[in-house]
Nanobody, 121 residues
Framework: VQLQASGGGLVQAGGSLRLSCAAS????????MAWFRQAPGKEREFVAV????????DYADSVKGRFTISRDNAKNTVYLQMNSLKPEDTAVYYC???????????????WGQGTLVTVSS
């Protein structure tokens, strides 16, 4: 199984980025897909999940109304549209695949390599 995350970069506060995570080696439509992030010196934290069965989508309170998660099962890809970015969103963003789809890192069997998002003030 491989999860390949991309789309990170440097953006000014208030700007937008779209992250992508392409999956291979698993039955994508039967996995919940999530984004987590880890800032320097902090633990990895949940951002958003799109489950393979209902209830389908959930967000961390810190990103609600600004971030949108979506998936394209035909392309085996999950996306994270990030708008109104803030300096505190700066982190390495990881995509993850799991059968359950919780907001806990322990609920995911497979992880991507991470993509760095830096938001300047």
């Amino acid at each position: 199984v491989q999860l390949q995350a991309s789309g990170g970069g440097l953006v000014q506060a208030g700007g937008s980025l779209r992250l992508s995570c392409a999956a291979s080696g698993l039955t994508f439509s039967r996995y919940s897909m999530a984004w987590f992030r880890q800032a320097p010196g902090k633990e990895r934290e949940f951002v958003a999940v799109v489950r393979w069965s209902g209830p389908f989508i959930d967000y961390a309170d810190s990103v609600k109304g600004r971030f949108t998660i979506s998936r394209d099962n035909a392309k085996n890809t999950v996306y994270l549209q990030m708008n109104s970015l803030k300096p505190e969103d700066t982190a390495v963003y990881y995509c993850a695949a799991g059968r359950v789809g919780t907001n806990d890192v322990r609920g995911y069997e497979y992880w991507g390599q991470g993509t760095l998002v830096t938001v300047s003030s």
